[in-house]
T-cell receptor, first 113, second 114 residues
Framework: GENVEQHPSTLSVQEGDSAVIKCTYS??????FPWYKQELGKGPQLIID?????GEKKDQRIAVTLNKTAKHFSLHITETQPEDSAVYFC????????????FGQGTELSVKP | EAGVAQSPRYKIIEKRQSVAFWCNPI?????LYWYQQILGQGPKLLIQ????????DSQLPKDRFSAERLKGVDSTLKIQPAKLEDSAVYLC????????????FGQGTRLTVV
């Protein structure tokens, strides 16, 4: 069935270190993989996404990698800053049900100064 | 470009009462989603509209929840009667199309049922 697994559920790093969050999905037809950042009291905000025709995409300190064979994708944040502290969600669409976007369980990232 | 607008931001009601949430998506976005986010969990899709038609409502508790999207623009989500377990943030999102298109979220409505 439709499922997106996300790990870890919590992640604590020192400012300047890197952070990596991993997700796996089950629908082999999924071809779009967004990452969202959610700050307290706000809605999720799209920060980066990747489509299945590429294996990696980078935007300044944020990068996403995709392994379609293994059905997993990862978010990499380098040189972390305290303002990166938030909950991060991955998602994937399930085309056997109209392309509905299924979210992972979330990762609470804490960056300590 | 204006974002997704939702109202109210907060609502407190007693169990068995009814409540309605409103969403105005980004102009031109054909797809509209309602998600329920329970504290500490990822958003769970309740219903997805394509224009004014329902694409998926398999996770909508239809005995108490209803949603409509008149004229393919604004949408309302209603709960009647509310239960304690309905306490959550209700998020509205929109995208130009379903599936592999960027979805943009509103700030959400935090519902507390007491």
């Amino acid at each position: 069935g439709e499922n997106v697994e996300q790990h870890p559920s919590t992640l604590s790093v020192q400012e300047g270190d890197s952070a990596v969050i991993k997700c796996t999905y089950s629908d082999s037809a999924s071809n779009y993989f967004p990452w969202y950042k959610q700050e307290l009291g706000k809605g999720p905000q799209l920060i980066i996404d990747i489509r299945s025709n590429v294996g990696e995409k980078k935007d300044q300190r944020i990068a996403v990698t995709l392994n379609k064979t293994a059905k997993h994708f990862s978010l990499h944040i380098t040189e972390t800053q305290p303002e990166d502290s938030a909950v991060y969600f991955c998602a994937a669409p399930y085309y056997n049900q109209g392309g509905k976007l299924i979210f992972g369980q979330g990762t609470e990232l804490s960056v300590k100064p | 470009e204006a974002g997704v607008a939702q109202s109210p931001r907060y609502k407190i009601i007693e169990k068995r009462q009814s409540v309605a949430f409103w969403c105005n998506p980004i102009s031109g976005h054909a797809t509209l989603y309602w998600y329920q986010q329970i504290l500490g969990q990822g958003p769970k899709l309740l219903i997805q509209f394509q224009n004014n038609g329902v694409v998926d409502d398999s996770q909508l508790p239809k005995d108490r929840f209803s949603a409509e999207r008149l004229k393919g623009v604004d949408s309302t989500l209603k709960i009647q009667p509310a239960k304690l377990e309905d306490s959550a943030v209700y998020l509205c999102a929109s995208s130009q199309q379903g599936g592999g298109a960027e979805a943009f979220f509103g700030q959400g409505t935090r519902l507390t049922v007491v």
